[in-house]
């Protein structure tokens, strides 16, 4: 099945950093989502976007669905310890306006070194 | 407020035997998917159902998965016969209608 390409595929950080990653496809989506997962735990939600071009902030993340709706980005701003993880993007098409399946991400392992 | 629950958290197998694993969508939520996730890759599609009915299986291997969301209780992925090959983390969502998926803790299979 299609998935996502996401870069970079590592990131080693220091402590207050801002952080950049991107999403790609080959097909383009009406829903882009950013998830980050933990070691043993599920995706949690970090952001959904809905429109292209559409730029949307949680905090110190901001992710924006791009203009040709094949890509995503994610950036974090002053990162700390806690962002280390895998971020993963998820892209969803329905032309229905009715719920489907998401298409995952490779991921991005983010650490983050003091 | 409850999230998506899980059931049970490791489940391990002997080749040939069955594996079932249970999810309990979080309350309102009507729509359950089913991904499974191998080491160090993303997480794959397998099934999407509403109560009592399966509205998406483009993922589910032919053979020996099946999944069902009854109108009372979990929703169940079963895996018969199992192989070395089924080993793997299944995670469960689930959404209301048109609303972004919410992901439980998963279940980590291994098979003997």
């Known amino acids: 099945g299609q998935q996502l390409n996401q870069s970079p595929q590592s990131m080693f950080i220091q402590e207050g950093e801002d952080v950049s990653m991107n999403c790609t496809s080959s097909?383009?989506?009406?829903?882009w989502l950013w998830y980050k997962q933990d070691p043993g735990e599920g995706p949690v939600l970090l952001i959904a976007l809905y429109k292209a071009g559409e730029l949307t902030s949680n905090g110190r993340l901001t992710a924006q669905f791009g203009i040709t709706r094949k890509d995503s980005f994610l950036n974090i701003s002053a990162s700390i310890p806690s962002d280390v993880g895998i971020y993963f993007c998820a892209g969803h098409y329905s032309d229905t306006g009715t719920a489907s399946k998401l298409t995952f991400g490779t991921g991005t392992r983010l650490q983050v070194t003091l | 407020n409850a999230g998506v629950m899980q059931n049970p958290r490791h489940l391990v197998r002997r080749r040939g035997q069955e594996a079932r694993l249970r999810c309990s969508p979080m309350?309102?939520?009507?729509?359950v998917y089913w991904y499974r996730q191998l080491p160090e890759e993303g997480l794959k599609f397998m099934v999407y159902l509403q109560k009592e009915n399966i509205i998406d299986e483009s993922g589910m291997p032919k053979e020996r998965f099946s999944a069902e969301f009854p109108k009372e209780g979990p929703s169940i992925l079963r895996i018969q016969q199992v192989v070395r090959g089924d080993s793997a983390a299944y995670f469960c969502a689930s959404s209301p209608r048109g609303q972004p998926q919410h992901f439980g803790d998963g279940t980590r299979l291994s098979i003997l």
């Open positions: 309350k309102g939520h009507s729509h």
């Open positions: 097909s383009i989506f009406n829903t």
